[in-house]
């Protein structure tokens, strides 16, 4: 019987995806079990996003995490992935202070964590201009325009941009400029559905949208808002798949009755001697126990 090898996600697949009109579906992840299993569903492109540091680490936002975080994680990931392109999204200052250090953290995710390319948030020049270098040094680049976390000390709080005009003429260039530049795809977050639909017919490259309405040419959700694990947060563009922490507490409560009520572990969860040799060697250990105690 022959095995079909599952295809690998490359960027001009996407590409392709974008021009067939097919939608690319994105999710994050970070861990191996669940990179795993999101893998398995066929999903094209897991984005090892900094929103562990909230979903999974319990920062109360997305700027304390580090570089070695992020490559640990993506790490995991990329041990688990065998079809979906891996990106990995560089932390809050590891590509703010120089070029180079951009450069060369955004190299270590590609060296070391094996991801296949890095995402950026913003558009600034010094961006614009990192995201030149990082192209130069053969590292694909994610955009990512409309609500950036990292920003979330210039914003005061996660709300929807780009609702006036000004607001809405500074995404759109920044998404052109973004496109300019070379990004391989365009993550649009928390934005109208109208601007998002205008980006997304005026710029080549793919846009992902979260928050930013039906008319993207891909969608990514963080993996624990669509499980339902992370029950204190729920914008209105997430849809619970699951209601994961519900499910996931049931379970747990039923192993804490188990265990306290002698339920479990049980017979069928033992092992045994074999059964030939069980009562010889329970009367050999006693004999011994008996022998070692009285010296
Ligand atoms: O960190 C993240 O998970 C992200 C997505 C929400 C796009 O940046």
């Avoid at 960027?11 to 999101?38: C, F, G, H, M």
């Avoid at 053969?138 to 996660?158: A, C, D, K, N, W």
């Avoid at 941009?161 to 649009?188: D, R």
């Avoid at 729920?234 to 619970?240: A, G, L, M, W, Y």
């Amino acid at each position: 019987m022959t095995k079909t090898i599952p295809k690998k996600i490359t960027i001009p697949s996407l590409w392709r995806k974008k021009e067939n009109q097919e939608k690319i579906v994105v999710l994050t992840a970070y861990d191996y079990p669940t990179a795993r299993i999101i893998d398995q569903a066929e999903v094209d492109i897991i984005l090892v996003g900094d929103s562990l540091g909230m979903v999974v680490l319990g920062y109360e936002d997305t700027l304390p995490v580090t570089m070695e975080e992020m490559l640990h994680h993506t790490k995991a990931v990329t041990r688990a992935v065998k079809q979906a392109l891996v990106v990995a999204d560089m932390p809050y200052l590891s590509y703010h202070l120089s070029p180079q250090e951009g450069v060369a953290n955004a190299a270590r995710f590609i060296k070391e964590a094996r991801a296949d390319a890095v995402k950026i948030e913003g558009a600034s020049p010094a961006r614009l201009h990192l995201i030149s270098l990082l192209l130069e040094a053969e590292i694909p680049v994610m955009g990512h325009v409309g609500l950036t976390p990292q920003s979330i000390r210039h914003f005061g709080e996660y709300r929807v941009q780009g609702k006036n005009l000004t607001q809405a003429k500074n995404i759109l260039q920044a998404a052109l400029e973004l496109e300019k530049a070379g990004v391989f795809a365009l993550v649009l977050e928390s934005i109208p559905r109208e601007l998002a639909q205008i980006i997304t017919q005026k710029v080549a490259v793919p846009t992902i949208g979260i928050g930013a309405g039906p008319d993207c040419d891909g969608q990514v959700l963080v993996l624990h808002d669509l499980l339902g694990l992370s029950p204190d947060i729920s914008p209105k563009f997430v849809k619970k798949y699951l209601e994961g922490h519900h499910l996931f507490r049931q379970a747990i409560e039923q192993y804490v009755q188990d265990v306290r009520t002698a339920r479990f572990p049980d017979e069928e969860h033992s092992y045994h001697f074999n059964s030939h040799a069980s009562s010889e060697f329970i009367k050999e250990l006693k004999l011994w126990l008996k022998e070692k105690e009285a010296k």
